[in-house]
């Protein structure tokens, strides 16, 4: 057998064996999709859609309304009822027939289906929502903007071009075939990207620690430590020079440094979450402390980063270590009960047929991962892009983002199982369940300054679960809520137009207030949120000092290689 990979000689089950094989061939046929969870959906829906015949009824006088709503639009426009406002038709060409009859057609059609699985009582809500994501996504193919004869746009763009626009749309579908990965070939790592100056100061199988280098004469006496999620490469807080979240503390005086993850092989399979926080934060800490002689730390993490980071905290608080100044949370969650529609795709099912994939293989893929998130937002990362790219011949200029959300890692067998089940199924650790170093955490015990940041748009953390840390601490807590989704919202830079963010500290002697009266009481600003963190920070740190060296040979820290170090160039 492969290295890494299970034999049934692994095993004294050969039935247990013969299953996980199975479902392993399962997952690999349908992309990691449990289809009995869609198929308990639609059980759900058609039972009691059977006994609901008032349901039934209203849903037949809408399909008998809607040729005359249609006939209505097509003959007096303006005073028909209004269109939804869609993005996919938002060109005038659709305005006229008989592509207005085509798009008006779809969404009458979109609008049934969405009463159709929606509000049947006697429905569970989970079953409720991955059937109406199912039938959303299924109806999002048939779109009449995706087929080049039934798109008034790409029709004219034919036209203008004199079919220019199809021979280009071609070329670009053949070369994603022959490269779809290669994102940019302009920017490169530690060149345009992940070139903040600083040094590999630390590192353990798992992770890498980059110190940045000082820009200012003096410091501020606590660094900061960030620690990114480990789905992604860690350079997301180290874009280009204009964007960098880890530039911009630089100069702001802050010493920071930042783990790089590796990016794990099927020889990784076993390690666990524990590896991961010893290998990761605690690594980071010590090295820290050691070279810069600091005795309190800012940490902050991004996404499950901020998960980890949280773990990690929590444990300390119970051992009564006391390192860390405060806690920042970058669109991370510690309670995933109301994760949004991400939820969708962790169930019982969906968890075990994940697991068996990531069994035989030793690791969940990039690709694989990133299936889940794409089909979030289907309509803006696949029906969008094909339109202008492959129908209409537009070529996207590379920027960035896009180079960095190419760059896929992989996530161990063991961790991101215990991930799964542990912490977005079971939700262990917002119940006090979670066990570290054999011992169960409390995030009661956390007590220290904590900011949180949430996105308005965001799909994979959405901002009223993370606003949750407020009744899980006993901290004061300053949240701040942006505009933008999930990256976009982080990576927001002073002087980004059209930005703007709400922020508020709420001590834990004040009674609870609920995300939607805070939302009302709080003004929004326009600006980065950035530089309220910045004031933030300043005001829990201690006067300015000289920086400290970088890296420490004398207490085992030497500088090993330059930043970006080989970690993240792993592919």
Known sequence: MTAGRPSPDDHTDYHDFADRMSRMMIAQMTGGMAPSALWQAMADWSVHLGTAPGKQAKLAEKAMQAPAILAKRALNAETADPVAQDRRFASDHWNSPPFSMLRDGFLLTEEWWQTATTDVRGMTPANEAALSFAVRQALDTMAPSNFPHLNPEV???????????????????????????????????????????????????????????????????????????????????????????????????????????????????????????????????????????????????????????????????????????????????????????????????????????????????????????????SNDLVWSRMIHEKLMGEQSEPNDMMTWNADSTRMPYRMHSEYLRGLFLENRLSHGKYRIDGQALSLTDLDLPIFAVGTETDHVAPWKSVYKIHHLTDADVTFALTSGGHNAGIISEPGHRHRHYRIATHPHSERYQDPEAWFAAVVPQEGSWWEGWAEWLGARSGERVAPPPMGRPEAGYEAICDAPGSYVFQR
């Open 155 to 377: 029709l004219a763009r034919a036209r203008d071009t004199q079919g220019g626009s199809v021979m280009q749309g071609l070329m670009n579908t053949v070369a994603d075939v022959a490269a779809p990965k290669e994102a940019s070939t302009d920017l490169r790592l530690g060149k345009e990207i992940a070139a903040t100056p600083g040094k590999v100061v630390a590192r353990s199988h798992l992770a890498e620690l980059i110190q940045y280098s000082p820009t200012t004469d003096t410091v501020h006496p606590e660094p900061i430590l960030i620690v990114p999620a480990w789905i992604m490469k860690y350079y997301i807080l180290d874009l280009s020079a204009h964007n960098s979240l880890v530039r911009w503390l630089v100069a702001q005086g802050h010493t920071v440094f930042v783990i790089s993850w590796r990016n794990p092989g099927a020889e990784d399979r076993d390690m666990g979450m524990q590896d991961y926080l010893d290998q990761g934060p605690r690594m980071a800490l010590d090295a820290i402390g050691a070279i810069t002689g600091a005795e309190r730390i800012h940490a902050a993490g991004y996404c499950l980063g901020g998960t980890l980071l949280s773990i990690q905290a929590a444990a300390m608080a119970r051992a009564g270590d006391t390192r860390l100044a405060s806690m920042t949370l970058l669109a991370a969650q510690v309670d995933f009960s109301e994760a949004g529609e991400l939820a969708l795709f962790v169930s019982e099912a969906q968890v075990a047929l994940l697991e068996d994939l990531m069994w035989h293989q030793g690791y969940l893929t990039g690709d694989q991962m990133a299936g889940a998130f794409t089909m979030l937002r």
